[in-house]
Every structure is written in C-alpha cells, then in structure tokens.
C-alpha cells in the first residue's frame, strides 16, 4: 500500500508539472501563467473582493496574493478600487483588457482537460474526482489539525516564559 501512496503523490506532481507547461506556453502571449490567471477567473466570478478574499479562495498565503495581484495590476488586467467600508483593504475588479481575454483561457483549460482525459470513460473520470476530492479534504483535515496543534504548543511556550 505504501507504494501505491508514493505512486499517487508522484502521479499527481508529474500532472501538475505536465499541466503547468502546457498552460503556460499557451498563456505566454499574454505575460500569465499558470499562477496567476486563476486571479482573473475568480475576479471575474467575484469582482469586488479584497486581497485577504481572494487569498482565502485560492488557498494561497497573503503575501503570494500580494506579489502577483501587483503583476496583474502592472499587465493591466487588475484594478484596485477603494473599499469604502474598510479604508485598509481594496476591491479588486477584472479590467476589459481580462475580460476580452478570459474566453481563451478557458478554453485552454477545456483543451487541456479534454486531453488529459481522452480514452478514458466518464465513469472512471468521475470515480477519479470523487477519490482526489477525498484525498484533498483530507489532507486540508490533517493542515487544519496541525495548524491547531502548532497554535497551540505556540500560546503554551508564550505562557511558560
């Protein structure tokens, strides 16, 4: 069994790297890759959200949020407006320049996904995502667990010092 663990996590890595090439060649043309045009998609079904949002709904760390929304803001497919609620944050929208591109990059991810799948039958596909699903939450668990357990070893020491 341990062996087809280390297969799985060696599977998965070799698709997001074969995936991560494919999409970024053909996002090449518009200065994106394959970690930022995911900014665009979510702007374009959320616009208006902060960057401590957009972060949350990525799953990535504030600072990688901050790094790349300021590559988008420069490339021109990001605008910042301020939040009148909160003068701290911003809300962050899709600029016409994104929205005239966003059909191509999903058309890309669909072409890539038909090619990803191709030969296989749709029972399998969806058995497939079923089992990544289950994988991915738990492994989110485990990442909230651990997090808890650190926090709290972390507020211990602070309090026998």
């Known amino acids: 069994m341990e062996d087809k663990v280390r297969m799985l996590i060696k599977l998965t890595n070799s698709i997001y790297r074969c995936t ?20 665009l998609l979510v702007l374009n079904r959320m616009g208006g959200i902060s960057q401590n949002e957009i972060s949350r709904e990525l799953s990535v760390d504030k600072a990688m949020s901050a790094r790349t929304i300021k590559k988008l803001i420069e490339l021109g497919y990001i605008e910042k407006k301020e939040n009148k609620e909160d003068i701290r944050a911003y809300k962050l929208y899709i600029t016409e320049k994104a929205k005239e591109i966003i059909p191509e990059i999903l058309e890309i991810i669909e072409e890539w996904i ?12 969806e058995a497939s995502i079923e089992f990544l699903e289950n994988v991915l939450e738990n492994g989110k668990k485990f990442k909230r667990n651990y997090c808890e357990r650190m926090k709290r070893i972390e507020q211990d020491r602070k309090r026998n010092i």
């Open 20 to 39: 991560q090439g494919y999409i970024d060649k053909k996002l090449e043309k518009y200065n994106l890759t394959v970690g930022t045009y995911p900014y």
């Open 114 to 125: 038909e090619i990803l799948v191709q030969g296989n039958e749709k029972e399998k596909i």
